[in-house]
């Protein structure tokens, strides 16, 4: 167990839907991650954010946004879905940035029918 | 940009057979490279990490070196188990502009037979 907590694990949707996921990262941990794990494009990171503030933006569609609360616990928003955004969105944190090792949650599989 | 190229799976091997996962990888600059496994219907778990040129990073009986002059990062293990049956993640850490993203090869996966 990382300590990284993620919900819901499974949601199924349809097209043209939106849909909200909730990480919570490691008690202590100020910066979140999120990547996608599709078949066709493997792992990509998708957004980071420390502290509430966005550090770095990966291949993150415009569909798609997060934010980091106070509490540090993070949501990725996914709208007007499609058939492409089925996939495995796993969350991360750790400490600060930089070279800190990211401590992954269990994901969260979104299919969209 | 910066890229990481895993060797191609499946791979199968018997129970106590000698492991090597090829990775290499291509960056600017000096990124840390690490080993994640995913284990069936699980997240990602860190494997093993190295920062710098000539670091081995080592857990579990797995072992990879940081060899810069070959921009490689292979994983090995002296004698594998069934339960060392996952898939096997390469990445780099990708540090532009004081923020961290992980840059993953496409995973590797393993099967050990008894």
């Known amino acids: 167990d990382s300590g990284v907590t993620q919900t819901p694990k499974h949601l199924i949707t349809a097209t043209g839907q939106r849909v909200t996921l909730r990480c919570s990262p490691r008690?202590?941990?100020?910066?979140v991650y999120w990547y996608q794990q599709s078949l066709d494009q493997g792992l990509q990171f998708l957004i980071q954010?420390?502290?509430?503030?966005?550090?770095a933006k990966g291949n993150i569609l415009e569909r798609f946004s997060a934010q980091q609360f106070p509490d540090l616990h993070s949501e990725l928003n996914l709208s007007s879905l499609e058939l492409g955004d089925s996939a495995l969105y796993f969350c991360?944190?750790?400490?600060?940035?930089?070279?800190?090792?990211?401590?992954f949650g269990p994901g969260t599989r979104l299919t969209v029918l | 940009g910066n890229s990481v190229t895993q060797m191609e799976g499946p791979v199968t091997l018997s129970e106590e057979a000698f492991l090597t996962i090829n990775c290499t990888y291509t960056?600017?600059?000096?990124?840390?490279l690490f080993w994640y496994v995913q284990y069936p219907g699980e997240g990602l778990q860190l494997l093993l990490k190295a920062t710098k040129a000539d670091d081995k990073g080592s857990n579990k009986g797995f072992e990879a070196t940081y060899r810069k002059e070959t921009t490689s990062f292979h994983l090995e293990k002296g004698s594998v188990q069934v339960s060392d049956s996952a898939v096997y993640f390469c990445a780099l850490s990708d540090d532009g502009q004081g923020a961290q993203k992980l840059v993953f090869g496409q995973g590797t996966r393993l099967t050990i037979n008894p």
């Open positions: 991360a944190s750790s400490v600060g940035w930089g070279t800190d090792t990211q401590y």
């Open positions: 960056a600017t600059g000096y990124p840390s």
């Open positions: 954010y420390y502290n509430g503030e966005e550090r």
């Open positions: 008690s202590g941990d100020l910066s």
